[in-house]
């Protein structure tokens, strides 16, 4: 995405008041518009996406920007995070490997947006079957699991209190382009992003949207998800939300609170 960061260049020596004054040249002031937020035509029609919204964040990331000499390790750790984050979707998204072609469990995301501390990221699932979708909430969830067990340990070999959680929250919806399909809105992302800062919880779905009838579903959400009714700011006092349920075993008394039974 474009920045705007005026070069030497840019400006322009005028005297004024008996004085050489540095101003800014017009055209470098001109420059500064709607078309640094690197959204491309945002007069276009919006095209919307039936898609699965995640957001994945990282607990603690702000005070681990808050040591000594940040800037010598919050770029390594970024580095080492968004390139394993991204090779671990692909790999667990993929069922097969071949010499010529790969094999997917779930179509891979159309979108990945660093938001500052954690990552947002779309899936189109307009085509998808009920399968794949569930695909999806077994990868993200996985991931997160992955991030404490493979990433981690790597990681703090390098920087000191890296970030312990990588949290997660999924809705699926429909999302809306912005200009040339840079950017994306829809209630699902406000819904995945709420979803992943429950207390006491590190990975939750928003209900809507996924078959878990299926007397054909896998271990994960027949024995360790569990779902309840919370009140989401700026969506819905009763929206339904998937749990870990040794997560929602765990909670604290005012914890558990916000969540109800069906």
Request: charged share 25%; net charge neutral.
């Amino acid at each position: 995405m474009p920045t705007y960061i005026p070069k030497e260049t840019d400006y322009v020596v005028r005297k004024t008041e008996g004085k050489n004054k540095k101003f800014l040249s017009k055209s470098a002031y001109d420059a500064f518009g709607a078309s640094l937020l690197g959204l491309g035509d945002i007069t276009k029609d919006s095209k919307p996406i039936d898609s699965i919204a995640a957001v994945f964040d990282l607990e603690g990331f702000t005070n681990f920007c808050k040591q000594i000499e940040p800037h010598l390790s919050v770029p390594l750790f970024l580095s080492e995070f968004l390139s394993w984050l991204l090779e671990d979707i692909k790999k667990e998204m993929t069922k097969e490997n071949y010499e010529d072609a790969v094999e997917l469990w779930c179509p891979l995301p159309f979108l990945v947006k660093f938001m500052g501390d954690g990552l947002l990221v779309l899936w189109d699932v307009s085509t998808s079957s009920d399968t794949q979708r569930r695909n999806i909430v077994v990868s993200a969830r996985e991931i997160c699991s992955h991030y404490v067990t493979q990433f981690l340990p790597r990681i703090r070999t390098m920087v000191v209190e890296a970030p312990s959680i990588l949290r997660c929250g999924l809705a699926r919806g429909t999302v809306y382009s912005v200009g040339d399909g840079n950017d994306y809105v829809g209630s699902c992302i406000n819904m995945a992003a709420r979803l992943q800062k429950i207390p006491g919880s590190t990975f939750a779905f928003n209900r809507r949207g996924f078959n878990l009838e299926d007397n054909k579903l896998a271990e994960f959400f027949k024995s360790r998800i569990v779902v309840k009714k919370i009140a989401v700011r700026g969506i819905g006092d009763n929206e339904l939300v998937a749990l870990l349920k040794h997560e929602y075993e765990a909670m604290s008394a005012p914890d558990k609170k916000q969540l109800r039974d069906l």
